[in-house]
């Protein structure tokens, strides 16, 4: 069950890696990766999918992911479902 508005916090992952512009390599640490727009939480989720409006604290990375404006954070809050 998805526990709506109770922080919840991202452990137990690993550093990521990402690719930068100039085609260099980067590593992040790791969080929740959310979606700053309501279309690119439709691009990068599978059909049928739910997508929900957070809130979110402690960000550790910004960038693009799959060409869309994302952010990685320690904490998220799920506040409701959007559809």
Known sequence: MIPIGKWIAASGWSYSRAR???DQYT?????WHISLTKIGARK???KGKIIYKVEYKDTVAEGLQNRNLTVVTRWMKILEKVE
């Open 20 to 22: 930068l512009w100039d």
């Open 27 to 31: 590593t992040y640490p790791p969080g």
């Open 44 to 46: 990068y989720l599978d």
